[in-house]
């Protein structure tokens, strides 16, 4: 950079910034998320939320073991002593009563948890008494939960041989009962309470025991003769949950303000203790005039959340099972509370008990073992809830104030606010979420709650999972029956998140009416689009594969529903309404015909010509399943498929793949349903392929490749390659890649004609869905490809059977086309149905053959008995019956197709058929490999004398085969967008993200390189022949173009792309453009040059292919490909296809050997004018100028012709220039406002016109024999290439500045014929390749640069 630039900042930062924006605002093409992402699914995530086993437990021992009055002989007691049991004092009544209340009473706090379950006491049992009260109680359970609660405290501690004490009837002894005993009797599931000193050690002995009866059934399982092997199995213990008061070592505590049995209180009572043990702390001094009496007097029931009782008790749920939550492995937490109601209360009380019970020294257990609770930081929120609500005590009871409710729930929800908006990526979960989930019980809060709820669903799938897993789907399903309109928008969008995610919902939906929400939501006009769009997407959910969903929204009239809103102004909306009616009515013959009566197929057809590809890709979709129902036809519905089939036909040139891909699938469809027909077509259209023979060539090179002389007759060239498939997956892989560079390609028969059956016979990139052995298919790509070009010149309607235009005929035709479509994806589909279709039609035939002495008739196929000899036959008259065609013994002709379906596939030597194969298995994958390397020995459906073939049931598969294996999966991808976050900014908009960082650092060097190229122009460009870069390109180079910005250069041969950089002199990657045999590229453009680049290649049959991650050490993959222009005739003469790119507007020009210009609108991804040429020759070249709406096009008759696209297709042309004799090289129309149009021809005379003047301003003379030319836009030169080798670069007045005739380098050498040449758009660099391989570029002298 010059020094005086930089150093005045003022000058050199108004220009950047001007610059800069200019990149800024250019628009990118091609860069969707359909063309950036594979079009499939979200990875569905394993649903662990479901309770696969809710249980219930529905009865309750209630074992108390008191003995009031007689203390056991190994407790010594404290005097005073905790002497409360279920809040009574026993020594306050007589013991009997005492017993009787204190069981009545615990039995009442059990109920407040589980009022349902059977309750039986059992007071001062015996042995047998338990027994007799547990096996009952089993025996009633089945296989639901039992739970027995055990009071020990008037009888001895736990023995450590694993026993506790009951009482001998008469009360004069304490009776052992074993554990192993008891586990017998309770059987599994069962929870076990164990209230007493040493509790521990009852735990451990339970899983002694446990562990003892899992080896004795080991035991006996081996031997027959063990006494266990003729019993019932025992459950297994697994199943079983224990509470326990205290460690094994540990006595119960015995203070006299705590009730005796404290841990029961906990578990059953948690409210009052809690509250008790918060007054006994040194802090509740704090609180003035609480007493323990006070206590006992709160207003309120626990189950009415209004009242401050209830409060307090809906705050200790949040609290304890938050807590739970976030402490907890998340299966241990789903199995303990969520699965059983008192199961989960009790362990929610006993995180309570954990608390009060460990500062007396008293350490509960559980089992399952749960990590220590009792520091939690959530308790210090339960202190200061109750703190609050007992502070307000006194004045509620004494002067009746009104209650103020707490704050905590609105701080909590506040909390979890807080983590969604200052959060990153990569962290814990908030641990509010399960008080989110307590809060949509109130109404208070339930707003703002599912507001925040949906944010944190938007997170991600990751986000659903966790919510579903809290627990929150009972809840917002309930919700579903409110009426409440605010709510309206938050659960519908909930509602898409939690589907998108886990779409198995759909019957829990249904089930609840909850369809009928969703329906009054989409119907409702005055809901904004996007949550109708969240509705409709829910709905589609319901119905996709769902009878019962289907079944339910059509009653609920979801197709006027949706058909109202096809018209809809936002995109997404439109998308999804065709994809919801195209559910409907899958495989759901009601839902079509009341589609009929809606004309919703005819509704439907405007949406194919919709702006919005993902929109017609959806309407393409919805009409397939329309005409792909299997039910009965009737005259009428075959009418209608006929209508849908033409109006779908017209869509086979869409600009967009995944419209096309969605095409074949809707296609398929159709050819299952009418397959009879179908197969006549096919078999009409085989015999013709057969009958047309090729011409000779006059002189072919390549064995079965003509290659017409340069005046010879253009015979469209055939490929001898078989699989254009092969090649495209030797272009997939790297390793190929670079087998490829290093073959010499060489055209003048040097050692290897680029086939890929000399590359790769391997299985193509396609096969994946073939059997493993990959089978040759039966239509080869070229097979179809000439069955395809002969259709359009032979007459068809001389043939019998299906008249000439049926609808049969013409959707074999679009699905010919579709299988030689340049993107792959597409052409693979086609070929499979195709492929399918003409297996079947031989098989038929082959049979119908034997039996109808050769006469074709249309019935259905024959289902003899002996198949396999009539098989047999059927190919030994097929052999009989080809005897006189000239290519059944002998080689090919070169140029007839090798693998043609009337000459037998041959079958590589190496893999034999096992013996039991059936006939013939068309498989979806690779295709035969290059024919004319195997001796043609074994005939095709001969398989030898002594095979039988299952022909039915083949059938039966093959029909399954092309409906079920052919999905895009459009619908899934399009539902990954309700699974991703919505609300995020994109990281495209994100400041400082790494994308944006890179992008800023493209527009800065872009910025650089315009600076420092035009500083160089404006001085003058003098000389011209600096040879800064020279390289061998591995084929002949035909086109050229340099990267605007990088130092990197695209070289285009027939059929392949190789990139240079070209100021380190390396090559960066060559790859295979996947054009057929026959065509060549004739030009290409840098999309989005100055920041992503993509590159667009175009052939001479009209083919468009664009290619990103190109030239850096990835492997090059097509983001799309269409055909840019139909009915173009490759020809060796003409001028191929040529194009121009307007960045700006996202237009393609592209002309060639054709009558029009057809624009390409490339946001849209569809043709939006085409203008006629008005010329009987072909365009030569196109340039444009999008200020102006100018095209100016140079052609083969000398004509240069200035179009003006705003105007009709009438008046458009609106000045022709007549005045070169010969074919126009080059057009070129300059950029600026008073841009002139410089036109150069074969002869080398050179005009300038200014478009608003009827004759030429000015004429320069150059060298004759013009090969190729081309115009630097900013500086002003123009280099010419002849037949002649050399190179002559002229300056705007016609002077020549530089002749090139010679390389540099030590010989020298003479430069051969130009092929091609090309300016850089800024740089004062010049591109030449030539007809000896080579590739240079030459620049101004270097003091200039």
């Given at each position: 950079m010059d020094a005086e630039l930089?150093?005045?900042?003022?000058?050199?930062?108004?220009?950047?910034?001007?610059?800069?924006?200019?990149?800024?605002?250019?628009?990118?093409?091609?860069?969707?998320?359909?063309?950036?992402?594979?079009?499939?699914?979200?990875?569905?995530?394993?649903?662990?939320?479901?309770?696969?086993?809710?249980?219930?437990?529905?009865?309750?021992?209630?074992?108390?073991?008191?003995?009031?009055?007689?203390?056991?002989?190994?407790?010594?007691?404290?005097?005073?002593?905790?002497?409360?049991?279920?809040?009574?004092?026993?020594?306050?009544?007589?013991?009997?009563?005492?017993?009787?209340?204190?069981?009545?009473?615990?039995?009442?706090?059990?109920?407040?948890?589980?009022?349902?379950?059977?309750?039986?006491?059992?007071?001062?049992?015996?042995?047998?008494?338990?027994?007799?009260?547990?096996?009952?109680?089993?025996?009633?359970?089945k296989e639901e939960r039992v739970l027995f609660h055990y009071n020990g405290h008037g009888v001895p501690r736990p023995t450590v041989n694993g026993e506790i004490w009951v009482f001998n009837k008469n009360y004069t002894q304490y009776i052992p009962l074993s554990i192993y005993d008891l586990q017998t009797w309770m059987g599994s599931p069962s929870i076990f309470v164990y209230d007493c000193s040493n509790a521990g050690i009852i735990v451990k002995s339970f899983k002694q025991f446990a562990l003892q009866r899992e080896?004795?059934?080991?035991?006996?399982?081996?031997?027959?003769?063990?006494?266990?092997a003729q019993m019932p199995l025992p459950p297994s213990m697994k199943n079983c949950i224990q509470l326990a008061a205290c460690e094994a070592s540990e006595l119960l505590p015995m203070n006299p303000d705590l009730p005796a049995d404290l841990f029961t209180s906990c578990l059953t009572t948690p409210i009052k203790i809690a509250l008790r043990w918060f007054c006994m702390q040194k802090s509740a001094k704090l609180v003035p005039g609480v007493t323990l009496d006070l206590i006992e007097k709160i207003p309120g029931r626990l189950n009415d959340r209004r009242t401050p009782l209830g409060e307090l008790n809906w705050i200790f749920t949040a609290i304890t099972d938050t807590i739970a939550w976030n402490v907890l492995p998340r299966d241990l937490f789903q199995k303990l509370f969520r699965q059983d109601l008192l199961v989960a209360s009790l362990f929610r009380n006993f995180l309570l008990a954990e608390r009060i019970m460990r500062s007396y020294n008293c350490t509960p257990v559980s089992s399952p073992r749960l990590p220590p609770t009792y520091m939690h930081a959530m308790w210090q929120a339960w202190d200061l809830a109750v703190d609050i609500c007992l502070s307000q005590l006194p004045t509620i009871i004494e002067e009746g104030t009104a209650f103020r409710h707490s704050p905590f729930f609105a701080e909590q929800l506040t909390a979890f606010q807080v983590w969604l908006t200052m959060g990153v990526e990569n962290r814990n979960p908030p641990e509010q979420l399960p008080i989110v989930l307590q809060v949509l019980l109130s109404q208070v809060h339930r707003l703002r709650a599912l507001d925040l709820l949906g944010r944190f669903l938007d997170l991600g799938p990751w986000a659903v999972s966790l919510a579903l897993s809290v627990g929150i789907f009972p809840y917002v399903l309930k919700l579903l029956q409110s009426s409440a309109r605010e709510l309206r928008p938050l659960l519908v969008f909930i509602w898409a998140k939690i589907l998108a995610v886990d779409s198995s919902c759909q019957a829990d939906l249904v089930k609840d009416n909850g369809h009928k929400y969703f329906l009054s939501v989409l119907a409702d006009p005055y809901m904004p689009a996007e949550h109708r769009t969240m509705a409709v997407f829910i709905l589609a959910v319901i119905v996709n594969n769902y009878n019962t969903g289907q079944?339910?929204?059509?009653?609920?009239?979801?197709?006027?529903?949706?058909?109202?809103?096809?018209?809809?102004?936002?995109?997404?909306?439109?998308?999804?309404?065709?994809?919801?009616?195209?559910?409907?009515?899958?495989?759901?013959?009601?839902?079509?015909?009341?589609?009929?009566?809606?004309?919703?197929?005819?509704?439907?057809?405007?949406?194919?010509?919709?702006?919005?590809?993902?929109?017609?890709?959806?309407?393409?979709?919805?009409?397939?399943?329309?005409?792909?129902?299997?039910?009965?036809?009737?005259?009428?519905?075959?009418?209608?498929d006929h209508n849908v089939a033409m109006m779908l036909a017209q869509l086979i040139n869409d600009g967009s793949p995944i419209v096309r891909k969605e095409l074949v699938v809707a296609l398929s469809h159709l050819v299952v349903q009418y397959e009879s027909n179908f197969c006549t077509v096919a078999l009409q259209f085989m015999e013709e392929e057969k009958n047309y023979a090729v011409p000779s060539p006059a002189n072919s090179t390549e064995t079965g490749n003509v290659t017409p002389g340069r005046d010879s007759p253009a015979i469209p060239r055939l490929r001898s390659v078989n699989s254009y498939t092969n090649l495209r997956a030797a272009t997939t892989s790297r390793t190929l890649n670079k087998s490829l560079q290093n073959l010499n390609l060489n055209e003048e028969g040097g050692p290897a004609a680029f086939s890929p059956g000399n590359l790769s016979t391997s299985s193509s990139a396609s096969s994946t869905l073939g059997s493993p052995d990959n089978d040759e298919y039966l239509l080869s790509f070229e097979t179809i490809d000439k069955m395809r070009r002969v259709s359009s010149y032979s007459s068809l309607n001389s043939l019998i059977g299906v008249s000439f235009n049926s609808v049969y005929t013409q959707i074999w035709r679009v699905l010919l086309h579709l299988a030689a479509d340049p993107f792959p994806d597409v052409s693979d589909l086609a070929m499979k149905v195709l492929n399918s279709i003409a297996y079947k039609a031989t098989m038929n035939a082959r049979t119908q053959r034997i039996l109808d002495s050769g006469s074709l008739t249309q019935s259905a196929p024959a289902s003899p008995t002996s198949k396999g000899t009539l098989i047999h036959q059927a190919g030994a008259s097929h052999r009989s019956k080809r005897s006189s065609s000239p290519s059944s013994g002998s080689p090919p002709m070169p140029g007839a197709s090798s693998s043609s379906l009337t000459n037998e596939v041959p079958k590589p030597p190496a893999r034999e058929a096992p013996p039991n194969r059936p006939p013939y298995t068309p498989t979806l994958g690779g295709q035969a490999p290059h024919s004319q390397q195997f001796p043609r020995t074994r005939k095709m459906f001969d398989k030898g004398p002594d095979q039988t073939a299952e022909d039915g049931d083949e059938t039966a598969a093959h029909r399954s085969f092309i409906s079920v294996s052919l999905q895009t999966g459009l619908c899934d991808w399009s539902a990954k967008y309700f699974a991703q976050p919505v609300m995020k900014i994109p990281e495209e908009h994100d400041l400082e993200s790494q994308v944006r960082k890179e992008r800023e650092w493209r527009f800065l060097r872009n910025a650089r390189v315009r600076r420092q190229s035009q500083r160089i122009t404006q001085r003058g460009v003098t000389r011209?022949?600096?040879?800064?870069?020279?390289?061998?390109?591995?084929?002949?180079?035909?086109?050229?173009?340099?990267?605007?910005?990088?130092?990197?250069?695209?070289?285009?041969?027939?059929?392949?792309?190789?990139?240079?950089?070209?100021?380190?002199?390396?090559?960066?990657?060559?790859?295979?453009?996947?054009?057929?045999?026959?065509?060549?590229?004739?030009?290409?453009?840098?999309?989005?040059?100055?920041?992503?680049?993509?590159?667009?290649?175009?052939?001479?049959?009209?083919?468009?292919?664009?290619?990103?991650?190109?030239?850096d050490q990835r492997n090059p993959e097509m983001v799309t490909a269409w055909q840019g222009l139909s009915d173009m005739l490759p020809t060796t003469r003409g001028a191929g296809m040529v194009v121009d790119w307007e960045q700006e507007t996202g237009l393609l020009m592209t002309s060639g050997d054709v009558r029009v210009i057809r624009i390409w609108d490339t946001e849209r991804e569809m043709k939006v004018q085409d203008i006629p040429t008005g010329a009987d020759s072909c365009v030569t070249s196109l340039s444009c100028d999008p200020q102006r709406s100018l095209v100016a096009a140079g052609l083969g008759?000398?004509?240069?012709?200035?179009?003006?696209?705003?105007?009709?297709?009438?008046?458009?042309?609106?000045?022709?220039?007549?005045?070169?004799?010969?074919?126009?090289?080059?057009?070129?129309?300059?950029?600026?406002?008073?841009?002139?149009?410089?036109?150069?021809?074969?002869?080398?005379?050179?005009?300038?016109?200014?478009?608003?003047?009827?004759?030429?301003?000015?004429?320069?003379?150059?060298?004759?024999?013009?090969?190729?030319?081309?115009?630097?836009?900013?500086?002003?030169?123009?280099?010419?290439?002849?037949?002649?080798?050399?190179?002559?670069?002229?300056?705007?007045?016609?002077?020549?500045?530089?002749?090139?005739?010679?390389?540099?380098?030590?010989?020298?050498?003479?430069?051969?014929?130009?092929s091609c040449l090309a300016f850089h758009p800024y740089w004062p660099h010049l591109a030449v390749g030539s007809n000896d391989y080579y590739m240079s570029i030459y620049s101004a002298e270097k003091r200039l640069r």
């Open positions: 930089l150093h005045s900042p003022v000058v050199g930062l108004a220009e950047e910034e001007e610059v800069d924006m200019t990149d800024w605002n250019l628009p990118l093409a091609f860069m969707k998320k359909r063309h950036t992402e594979k079009i499939e699914g979200s990875k569905a995530l394993a649903q662990s939320w479901r309770m696969k086993d809710r249980m219930k437990t529905v009865s309750v021992a209630l074992v108390l073991c008191l003995n009031v009055g007689v203390d056991p002989p190994d407790v010594v007691k404290t005097s005073p002593c905790a002497r409360l049991e279920c809040w009574i004092d026993p020594l306050s009544m007589s013991p009997q009563k005492a017993l009787e209340t204190i069981g009545a009473n615990l039995q009442k706090q059990y109920e407040n948890w589980q009022p349902r379950a059977r309750y039986k006491q059992s007071l001062d049992p015996t042995v047998d008494e338990v027994k007799k009260l547990c096996t009952s109680l089993r025996r009633n359970a080896q004795e059934l080991e035991v006996a399982a081996i031997n027959p003769n063990h006494p266990l079944e339910a929204c059509l009653q609920g009239n979801l197709i006027a529903i949706c058909l109202e809103q096809l018209n809809d102004p936002h995109p997404l909306l439109r998308q999804w309404v065709a994809i919801c009616l195209g559910r409907i009515w899958q495989n759901f013959d009601s839902a079509r015909w009341c589609g009929v009566r809606d004309s919703a197929h005819e509704k439907l057809y405007s949406l194919l010509s919709d702006p919005i590809p993902e929109v017609r890709c959806a309407a393409v979709f919805a009409l397939g399943t329309f005409v792909g129902n299997s039910a009965e036809r009737t005259d009428h519905s075959t009418t209608i011209l022949d600096d040879q800064i870069f020279i390289n061998r390109n591995p084929g002949v180079p035909s086109v050229v173009k340099f990267h605007p910005f990088n130092p990197c250069i695209a070289v285009a041969d027939k059929d392949s792309i190789c990139f240079w950089d070209w100021e380190k002199g390396e090559r960066l990657d060559y790859f295979y453009n996947g054009n057929p045999r026959y065509t060549r590229i004739t030009s290409m453009e840098y999309l989005n040059g100055h920041d992503c680049s993509l590159l667009l290649t175009a052939t001479d049959d009209g083919a468009l292919r664009i290619w990103k991650n190109f030239a008759d000398g004509s240069v012709r200035v179009y003006d696209r705003r105007m009709g297709p009438n008046e458009c042309r609106v000045m022709t220039y007549r005045e070169h004799g010969a074919w126009v090289v080059k057009a070129h129309l300059q950029k600026e406002p008073e841009g002139h149009i410089i036109s150069v021809s074969v002869n080398g005379d050179v005009r300038f016109f200014d478009p608003r003047t009827p004759e030429s301003i000015n004429v320069l003379q150059t060298v004759k024999g013009l090969t190729a030319l081309d115009i630097h836009p900013q500086a002003n030169l123009f280099a010419c290439g002849s037949m002649n080798q050399f190179i002559a670069v002229y300056n705007s007045n016609g002077d020549v500045i530089s002749n090139i005739k010679y390389y540099d380098g030590f010989m020298g050498q003479r430069i051969g014929a130009i």
